[in-house]
């Protein structure tokens, strides 16, 4: 409440008048001053004459100020341009005194007005020091007393560079802000010991649990230019085992404007601990790519396609239909992209394994460019429900790939994932089984199929962050299903990007997969969500180990044995050589997976296995198959099967 007075009263009565009225006395007072000085720190002059001069200074120093206008800015926000302001007001209001004793000695206006050079010289000196110290004793003031009626958060910023001192600025620029910078931390040993903004710079030394609570730092920030990752994660995973909150500045092209404010600040969030550098892609051929086609995406409203979508929107295409049978997700989309201005687009809820309704569309709109991204992809779900992963992962696709091929489509962009590779369930076997379909239908001409490969996606429905996140709220434990478990990750945005960019640079027939970095151990990852989260681990949260579902396995991969890269255009993109494939064997074996399925029959697991030899089954009751002599049973529905040998 005080506070508020403080600051209530000072915008209502310290006008810019009385800020005037202040600076013209400040000039009386240091005009004396300047005789003292000049006579030896004695009144030996000529005082009749003083009182003379001295109103009239005054006069011609208001004028000056007036004209300069460095009595308008808040004192208390005062700053570099108030002081050169106070400057120029000096340095003017000296040549018009000067100006007035010349004139007076030519016209001989005023008897006793001669002001002496060295006077006016002495003068100027002392009202320049005499008004900038006025302005900063009295924003020190202000600050001290708002500041002694709030409560203060210490902080130390992490690097004493270029950044560290912005975010330095930025956060002590405003009385309103409760922030004390109580030192800064570095790494160079030419800089420990040292001052900035009568600031002390630590080395990293002093990070221990004594220093940071006898000096109640409460936040760390990290202000480093340039960081990679590596050493990103490194630095703030010693850092979250403090009990402190670790925030990042972020990089200098994320600036608003190019200009950096505390509002930019951000919590470290889990994506920036990931060991990996974002992708990045310059000179993209997507403009020139989707330039007035007409663009088809198929599961429009998931994870990856809504952000294909939201991508699309932002080039100059003809016409884009998004297909999903999720109404919901499709009408929030809708709305989105309405309100963020984009009209020339179509939402159509329908099932992709609906032939003659696809075949409509088709038709209707004559697609130039189609990304595939509707599936099935929840491992543990598809493991017990292998009828529905086959019908749309392999029938879907199969569906949308032959419509292509007939209406001559120009390119049709596969989204596929990792679990593809050497898979051990039946979610990542019927994802390899569409990419050899895919494959097969390259052969036929025409349309250019083309593969993207990526692994787990930040963010997506049933991915493990939003899982953890949700446990945390509610108290944990988080739940790991092995402490060894690794996966690759990336973001929906970089996902997205790579399939249009996929779909840009493909000529047919490839598999594009990137490097994504090192693999994360989700073990690591909940413990860093949990202290990231200003909570401890074990002692606030703890992590349950639960065992690896059925069909999961420990770690992931992006090639399969056999296969090998080449490079494309940018670093990070590379191409898989896959296996020659026999075509002819592959669509007659799809063609008896997707007849076997229709009859909920048994050999469905087995003829998937035929067609994917590497495909053998992990921690699954579908592991049977996978042994030899294993004896037919047909006749019996798949997923009642399923449903049986979940519940026991």
């Known amino acids: 409440m005080i506070q508020n007075y403080l600051l209530n009263t000072t915008r209502k009565y310290a006008s810019k008048w009385l800020v005037l009225l202040i600076d013209v006395t400040i000039i009386g007072i240091t005009f004396v001053l300047s005789y003292i000085i000049r006579f030896n720190m004695t009144l030996n002059f000529d005082v009749e004459k003083f009182l003379i001069q001295l109103p009239i200074v005054m006069f011609i120093s208001g004028v000056a100020f007036m004209l300069t206008g460095s009595y308008r800015g808040f004192v208390r926000h005062t700053g570099i341009k108030d002081v050169y302001n106070i400057f120029n ?108 903004n009568g600031v002390k710079v630590y080395g990293r030394n002093v990070l221990e649990d004594y220093f940071l ?22 630095l703030v995973e010693g850092l979250v085992d403090f009990d402190v909150e670790v925030k990042i500045v972020p990089p200098v092209q994320d600036w608003i404007n190019g200009e950096f404010k505390v509002s930019q600040i951000k919590n470290v969030q889990i994506e920036d601990l990931l060991n990996r550098v974002p992708i990045n892609i310059k000179k993209s051929k997507v403009t020139d790519e989707l330039k007035g086609k007409t663009i088809m995406v198929t599961g429009g409203a998931g994870s990856i396609g809504s952000e294909i979508v939201r991508q699309i929107a ?21 709305q989105e992209l309405k309100q963020n201005g984009y009209h020339n687009f179509l939402p159509l809820v329908a099932d992709i394994r609906d032939k003659n309704r696809m075949n ?12 595939h991204a509707a599936a099935y992809k929840h491992v543990p779900l598809m493991e017990y429900n292998a009828y529905e992963a086959v019908k749309i992962n392999v029938g879907g696709t199969k569906t949308i790939a032959d419509l292509a091929l007939t209406h001559e489509v120009d390119k049709f962009v596969f989204v596929s994932t990792d679990k593809a590779v050497n898979p051990t369930n039946v979610m990542g076997a019927t994802k390899r089984i569409a990419e050899m379909y895919i494959s097969c239908m390259q052969q036929k001409g025409g349309t250019k199929f083309i593969t993207t490969r990526f692994g787990n996606v930040l963010g997506s429905n049933g991915s493990v962050i939003p899982l953890f996140k949700k446990q945390i709220e509610k108290g944990g434990p988080l739940t790991v299903t092995h402490k060894d478990i690794t996966r690759y990750f990336m973001t929906i945005p970089e996902a997205s990007q790579l399939v249009l960019e996929a779909g840009a640079m493909g000529q047919g027939g490839e598999i594009f997969i990137f490097d994504m970095g090192e693999s994360v151990r989700i073990y690591d990852l909940a413990k860093n969500m949990i202290k990231l ?4 681990y074990p002692e606030d949260i703890d992590i349950s180990i639960t065992g690896l579902r059925p069909g999961e396995k420990l770690y992931e991969e992006l090639l399969a044995n056999g296969e090998n890269t080449l490079p494309t255009y940018h670093k990070k993109i590379m191409i898989s050589k896959v296996r020659e494939l026999d075509y002819n064997l592959i669509r007659s074996k799809i063609d008896e997976l997707c007849i076997s399925n229709i009859f909920f029959n048994e050999n469905t697991i087995k003829i998937m296995k035929e067609i994917v030899p590497e495909y053998i089954s992990n921690n699954s009751n579908l592991c049977k198959f996978d042994e030899k002599g294993t004896k037919k049973s047909s006749g019996k529905k798949q997923d009642v099967k399923d449903e049986k040998m979940l519940q026991s």
Not at 152 to 162: D, L, P, R, S, T
Not at 213 to 234: C, G, M, P, W, Y
Not at 360 to 371: A, G, N, R, T, V
């Open 89 to 196: 007001a000096i340095c003017l209001s000296s040549i018009f005194t000067i100006f007035v004793v010349i004139l007076n000695r030519q016209l001989d206006l005023m008897d006793g007005f001669t002001i002496p050079l060295s006077i006016i010289i002495i003068h100027s000196l002392v009202a320049f020091i005499a008004l900038t110290a006025a302005r900063y004793t009295f924003k020190t003031m202000f600050e001290s007393m708002t500041k002694r009626f709030k409560t203060v958060k210490n902080v130390m910023i992490y690097g004493a560079g270029e950044s560290g001192v912005i975010a330095y600025n930025a956060l002590t620029s405003h009385s309103a802000s409760n922030i004390k910078v109580i030192g800064y931390i570095d790494d160079d040993k030419m800089k420990v010991g040292k001052t900035i």
């Open 213 to 234: 609570a006898s000096n109640n730092v409460s936040e760390i920030i990290v202000a480093i230019h340039v960081i990679d990752n590596h050493k990103l994660r490194t």
């Open 314 to 334: 932002t080039y100059d295409y003809k016409t884009l239909i998004i297909i999903d049978q999720a109404e919901s997700a499709l009408y929030n989309l809708q």
């Open 360 to 371: 409509m569309f088709f038709e209707e709109h004559k697609p130039d460019i189609l990304f």
């Open 533 to 536: 989260s200003g909570l401890r």
